[in-house]
């Protein structure tokens, strides 16, 4: 069983920046794949970005260049920086855990960018 809590998520204006970070607990967190996904109001849930056990990512191409999704396994911890925010990636950002069969998410922590 794996816990995830996110952070770090709120409002900010169109052009800034945020970070949010994902803490996991409950089992071996460097085995696991990790990942972002959002939500927006009537809108499918899509991935935003992932990181595997060995460090290699993938983007959506909507946010490539803009967001880096990096991991700390010394902490349990990953996280997704999110550079040059635009209205459209305003949504609930979910983490996300996959190991095998194995799949967790967290609680979801709401970004919204606005003037």
């Known amino acids: 069983q794996v816990h995830l809590v996110e952070s770090g998520g709120g409002l900010v204006q169109p052009g800034g920046s945020l970070r949010l970070s994902c803490a996991a607990s409950g089992s071996i967190f460097s085995i696991y794949a990790m990942g972002w996904y959002r939500q927006a109001p009537g809108k499918q849930r899509e991935l935003v970005a992932r990181?595997?056990?060995?460090?290699?990512?993938n983007y959506a191409d909507s946010v490539k260049g803009r967001f880096t999704i990096s991991r700390e396994n010394a902490k349990n911890t990953v996280y997704l920086q999110m550079n040059s925010l635009k209205p459209e990636d305003t949504a609930v950002y979910y983490c996300h855990s996959s190991w095998r069969e194995y799949v967790y998410w967290g609680q979801g922590s709401q970004v919204t960018v606005s003037s």
């Open positions: 990181i595997t056990s060995g460090g290699s990512t």
